[in-house]
């Protein structure tokens, strides 16, 4: 079969795949998703410096993780894996998973609204960013945007409908399409990882066994999407169908790992995202049973005291129910 070509602004390595060529730093000529990942980078550093410098607070941890989650993009999305992501599924499906799964809950715990709420100047660009804060924290369309109405099945389809529909396979044969599924997953992973771990404001926010259980919806969503690709007998994506010859891959062996890889490296996000869950509802449960405890210590218990009393009251008879002479 011969090799699909790819329109559009791509370098296509020739080497056969290997740890060192995915990892060689080689910019594809048009590195969108790169560029803006430095851009964000760049953008959270100059306002946790600009809190360090007026002496105000900024946790290190937070810094870190979303510094962190810019530097996947930059790897995964700007060294030489992008390069084989035009040829192999399973390349592909390794970043798609990333950037749905991995990169969003470490962008999402750097908190960076807060960041941005707290470092914004105290002038006329600043008053204009705090009402854009407001009108989306108060929009009907942040909360449509957050609700798991939308997030879930956005899900589904940066799965089953692109691929098992059909539009892989046009949209993947170009640049342009290329890098926009790959935006989409981006922001679709945003959007469903914002309301499970995010602790910056927002339109409206999800209790803890909300959370649990959108996240135990989503799950098993990619897992059984992997059991289909490695069950599968013929290539489902045309771009994919004809690696490159010098790199001696088989397309359906290639795609058996796309599928194995949706199944246990999806997992894995989602296993700590649930951790997470868990011990916030521990945390905050033990927090509230704490304050009612000082609570009572310092006003009492009105109904304690109600039943405290009522059993005293029947102690001295006064309660006894009376008879019929």
Same mark, same amino acid.
């Given at each position: @079969?011969?090799?699909?070509?790819?329109?559009?602004?791509?370098?296509?390595?020739? %080497?056969?795949?290997?740890?060192?060529?995915?990892?060689?730093? =080689?910019?594809?000529?048009?590195?969108?998703?790169?560029?803006?990942?430095?851009?964000?980078?760049?953008?959270?550093? =100059?306002?946790?410096?600009?809190?360090?410098?007026?002496?105000?607070?900024?946790?290190?941890? %937070?810094?870190?993780?979303?510094?962190?989650?810019?530097?996947?993009?930059?790897?995964?999305?700007?060294?030489?894996?992008?390069?084989?992501?035009?040829?192999?599924? &399973?390349?592909? @499906?390794?970043?798609?998973? =990333?950037?749905? @799964?991995?990169?969003?809950?470490?962008?999402?715990?750097?908190? $960076?609204?807060?960041?941005?709420?707290?470092?914004?100047?105290?002038?006329?660009?600043?008053?204009?960013? !705090?009402?854009?804060?407001?009108?989306?924290?108060? *929009?009907?369309?942040?909360?449509?945007?957050?609700?798991?109405?939308?997030?879930?099945?956005?899900?589904? !389809?940066?799965?089953?409908?692109?691929?098992?529909?059909?539009?892989? *396979?046009?949209?993947?044969? &170009?640049?342009?399409?290329?890098?926009?599924?790959?935006?989409?997953?981006?922001?679709?992973?945003?959007?469903?990882?914002?309301?499970?771990? &995010? =602790?910056? $404001?927002?339109?409206?926010?999800?209790?803890?066994?909300?959370?649990?259980?959108?996240?135990?919806?989503?799950?098993?969503?990619?897992?059984?999407?992997?059991?289909?690709?490695?069950?599968?007998?013929?290539?489902?994506?045309?771009?994919?169908?004809?690696?490159?010859? *010098?790199?001696?891959?088989?397309?359906?062996?290639?795609? &058996?790992?796309?599928?194995?890889?949706?199944? *246990?490296?999806?997992?894995?996000?989602?296993?700590?995202? %649930?951790?997470?869950?868990?011990?916030?509802?521990?945390? #905050? #449960?033990?927090?509230? /049973?704490?304050?009612?405890?000082?609570?009572?210590?310092?006003?009492?218990?009105?109904?304690? #005291?109600?039943?405290?009393?009522?059993? /005293?009251?029947?102690?001295?008879?006064?309660?006894?129910?009376?008879?019929?002479?």
């Amino acid at each position: @079969m011969d090799t699909p070509e790819i329109t559009g602004p791509v370098w296509i390595p020739t %080497a056969p795949p290997s740890i060192e060529t995915f990892l060689a730093p =080689t910019l594809q000529p048009v590195p969108i998703l790169p560029v803006l990942a430095l851009l964000l980078a760049a953008a959270y550093l =100059t306002g946790a410096v600009r809190l360090w410098v007026d002496g105000r607070r900024w946790p290190v941890g %937070a810094t870190l993780s979303f510094l962190l989650g810019c530097a996947v993009i930059v790897v995964v999305m700007g060294a030489g894996i992008e390069g084989y992501g035009y040829r192999l599924f &399973s390349v592909f @499906m390794f970043q798609q998973l =990333t950037l749905m @799964m991995a990169v969003p809950p470490l962008l999402v715990l750097g908190r $960076p609204g807060t960041l941005l709420l707290r470092a914004m100047p105290h002038n006329a660009a600043g008053r204009a960013g !705090f009402a854009i804060a407001r009108w989306g924290l108060r *929009s009907g369309a942040g909360r449509i945007a957050l609700h798991p109405g939308l997030t879930i099945p956005l899900f589904l !389809f940066c799965f089953y409908v692109i691929y098992l529909g059909g539009a892989a *396979s046009s949209l993947l044969g &170009s640049w342009l399409g290329h890098v926009s599924l790959e935006i989409v997953f981006l922001v679709g992973g945003l959007l469903f990882t914002i309301p499970l771990l &995010s =602790t910056d $404001p927002l339109p409206v926010r999800l209790g803890h066994a909300g959370r649990a259980i959108d996240l135990l919806l989503e799950m098993p969503l990619h897992a059984f999407f992997g059991v289909i690709l490695m069950m599968a007998t013929t290539p489902l994506v045309a771009v994919f169908a004809a690696p490159p010859g *010098s790199w001696a891959v088989d397309p359906i062996t290639d795609q &058996s790992i796309a599928g194995a890889l949706a199944w *246990s490296y999806g997992e894995l996000p989602g296993l700590l995202i %649930a951790l997470t869950i868990m011990v916030r509802w521990q945390r #905050d #449960d033990t927090r509230r /049973a704490a304050a009612a405890d000082r609570e009572i210590d310092l006003h009492g218990d009105p109904a304690l #005291d109600a039943y405290n009393a009522r059993l /005293a009251q029947l102690h001295r008879g006064d309660g006894e129910p009376r008879g019929r002479p």
